[in-house]
């Protein structure tokens, strides 16, 4: 006696397609072998081909069943996004004015998590009154934070920053990923101020000039007949520096990024920033509803942000300096006490970023930063260091990167 394989692989109707179908299936290939097989020593070797036959097909029959309901519930499992954790700036939330390898995190989350995240504008609640900003205008995380970061907890810097975020996997080497997929204004207002490069200009019995801001326009109004659009971004974005740098203060911007004050870096932008320690301990801050290159007065127009920031470590990166991308641009920064070495650094730079991506030798790299290449003052104000950043355009690329 044969036992023919079509008659194992049963039609697919047959196959049990739930759970407790399966496990039904399963007892029934015990209970059937029980009564099938009886006593073995009694059978002939005919029943015995008709007991392995049954066994087979049964077995056959349950195994594609598991292996179907498997397929079934895997398909039916949505893939998990990365998670959103909220961030909101309070006394114990916030790092007060520095970057600190040894900061206590107010955050962990997984790489590729997204954080939305409050940051309040670089100022106090005094200055804002004699402002003319009123009372009840001025928000209440602001007056409780001034009033209770005090001492040790404040200083060197002025900048109220949201954090340290502690990224899980980020180690020393790693380069961590910001990307800025949203911002939005929880106030209806920013402040300018006077002082920075060319102070002679500025009347010292002059409040900070208060700019009303128009979210639906996305407009500020700085005098009658002259309005400036809007381009939000946070001025300071870092991680915790070197840990035999100490606390840095947050004025000055580094290879830790920091108060880097570009204005490239808004919505739909992505920063690179080299990891420095565990967990990488980002850190945001120094709202801007619109600046200029050069920041020449110190001060853009200041004000607090809420934003959506996903945070992911790169195992795949090194960078010595930090590194940004545009929907437009490639973007290379440097910063450095002397404006010529800033200068220097940002354009070579660009021109390793452009020889190792497009396989040009650097001869021909410099060429192409020479002729597409835009060089900018990022800042000039951010003491004791000022910023260079060049932009390389996308669209000079018409074919695909080698």
Known sequence: MTCNSDEVLCNSNEIPHSADEIAWSSNEVIRNSDE???NPNEMTTDESLVVACVAMRTHVAVAASVVLFTAVVATAQPAQGPKTHRLEATPSTVAYGYY??????????????????DTLLTNNPTGLQRAGVPDDKVQSSLKAIVTEVTGDRRGPGGHILTGPVYVEGAQPGDVLEVKILAIDFPI????????????????RSAAARILPINAKTMTAEFAPGIVIPLRPFFGSMGVAPAPE????????????AGNLDNKELGVGSTLFIPVFVPGALFEVGDGHAAQGDGEVDQTAIETSL???????????MKLTWPRAET???????????????????????????????????????YQL???????????????PNVGVHVRLPKSIFTGARP
Not at 100 to 117: F, M, Q, Y
Request: aromatic share 6%; with cysteine; hydrophobic share 40%.
């Open 245 to 256: 740098l100490g606390r840095v203060s947050s004025n000055p911007p580094g290879k830790h």
């Open 36 to 38: 099938v097989i009886g």
């Open 100 to 117: 600190w390898s040894e900061a206590k995190p107010a955050l962990r989350i997984a790489s590729g998590d997204v954080v939305d995240v």
């Open 188 to 203: 209806d207002y920013g402040y300018n101020g006077c002082n920075g490069f060319l102070p002679e200009n500025c009347d």
């Open 369 to 383: 930063v020479s002729i597409a290449g835009n060089v900018a003052v990022t800042q000039l104000v951010d003491q």
């Open 306 to 316: 809420r934003g959506r920031i996903q945070l992911t470590v790169r195992k795949d």
């Open 327 to 365: 929907a437009t641009d490639y973007i290379s920064m440097a910063t450095d006490p002397d404006l010529a070495v800033a200068t220097k650094v940002a354009i070579q730079e660009m021109i390793d970023f452009v020889a190792s991506t497009r396989k040009m030798t650097k001869h021909q790299a």
